[in-house]
């Protein structure tokens, strides 16, 4: 064991070496590769060969309709397809769905599946995988975070309720086509399934409440460009080419997606070992000036932020985390941590997107008002220069997922902004996996459960529009409050929840737009999430790896495409 940590402190000692020898001025930018040196010559592509990507945390499962979450997509994506996927313009286009006939009254989607497709295991892919899934997602025994992209279906209520023996809003027409049929015009639902279709021939026996504990978790099988080999836990997961790919076959022969801290990864990035991999953004300038790789960065539709549980009796007021918000001075944190990989954020909305509301309240750095706003709240400083209430300081803990460094030294920055004005705050360092298990508790025999006001009190991290912005009913409407969602800070608002139900129904985007614009500007001023910036993400690429090419969608949406320059 001792040798072990030799070892990988000998390979840190000399990329720290190195990077301390690398010049520290900003890279060029061009497109989106960054480099400070000479760019490598293109060499052809080649058939074959393993590409290792490397990210800050383990999937937690690899099963696409269970809680998903970043690190399992970043597998997922690679194993299983859906009906529909969004290109760079978020527009829906077809994955298995060759394509879609939608109805004059807008509440019929019949859609036309591509044939030969077939399982990693052989058996074929028919429609009657995709009524399973779909109908799984309203099991009344299903409790994984998925439900509100079927709840629109005519009969997934009563089907959910244990009334009815099936959905009848969906309809298998042949092996080739399905019909879902809504029960009003829905204008998100196309969006709404973007999520992985999971085997009937693997599932169909065990109850979809049962579904997280099952091998298949482990051992998944999909329809996607690379198929599951193995899963070390702790180490890596190993995947392989699928040749028989409906979309064509991979260049590579394999994938290995390692996990890690992120030091160790950069290091193993030195010694070649792994060819892809996050760059913490104070690396970056050394990183660029590699001669064998260089760095590209992913766009995002993200906001990082500071959730707050309302449970909490401290977070019910709107006027402390109002206060809270006024106390953080986000134009420093962007400047000392991220530079020109960042940008302030005021609304939980990405600015890049079309739900970005331009008007909205915003929250400057005052600490004055901070301290009026938790003196109107009844809180007064006490002998610690701490504000108390009650008897009872304004005190909380923080839970900080380690892996992202710039997320780890905003929660540092934020302890001693709201120190500062009289707030008492302890950071928790837990690796996401963990993390998942406050924000979304269960019961000891494994069920999801309601969140209470002991399960955490504050958490820092990410979010962003996938495929639409339907995506937030989730995680701020009260029906979603876990188990039935994401809306783990168990936030209600009359007003939110109708505008959140009144926007699914206007098909006009523009009047849409203006529904959504209400919502962020509702969510605005109760702050229960605290924007804080946005941030693209570098990633350090070795020479010999083409085709890498992240987005909003994901590190390895497009992993098909990667290949090794000869």
Known sequence: MKKKRSLVGLILLIFTLLLSACSSESASTTKNQEKSNEPAKEGKEKVGGTVTVAF????????????????????????????????????MV?????????????????FHLKKGVKWHDGEPFTAKDVEFTFTSLADGKYDAGAYWRVDPIVGAAEYKAGKADKITGIEVIDDNTIKFTTKEPFAPFISGLFIGIVPEHILKDVSPGEWEKHQSNRAPIGTGPFKFVKWETGQ????EANKDYFGG?????????RFGDANTMLASVLSKDIDI?????????????????????????????VGFNSKNAQFKDVRVRQALAHAIDKKAIVSTILGKYGQVADDIFPSKHWSHNPDLPIYQYDTAKAAALLEEAGYKKNSKGIYAKDGKELSFTMEVPTGTKEREKSAVLLKEMWEKVGVK????????PTLVTKLLPKTKDGKQRAVTKDDYDAYILGFGVEADPDEYRSYFGTAYMPPNGYNFVSYSDPKVDQLLEQQTKEIDLEKRQQLIWEVGKKLAEDEIWI???????PFVVNNRVSGFDPDFRGATFNAEDWAIKE
């Open 56 to 91: 800050n945390s383990e999937p937690g499962n690899l099963n696409p309709v269970i809680w998903a979450t970043t690190s399992d997509t970043n597998v997922t994506h690679m194993i299983f397809d859906s009906l529909v996927i969004p290109d760079k313009e978020l527009k």
């Open 94 to 110: 077809g994955s298995l769905a060759e394509n879609w006939d939608v109805s004059e009254d807008g509440k019929s989607y019949t």
């Open 236 to 239: 890596y997961i190993e995947l």
């Open 249 to 257: 076959a991979p260049k590579l022969d394999k994938i290995i997606v």
């Open 277 to 305: 991999t996050p760059v913490p953004v104070a690396e970056t300038p050394s990183v660029s000036s590699l001669d064998y790789a260089g760095l590209v960065t992913q766009t995002s539709l993200s906001v990082y932020y």
């Open 425 to 432: 705050m302890e950071i928790r360092s837990l690796d996401f």
């Open 531 to 537: 924007p804080l910036y946005e941030q693209v993400s």
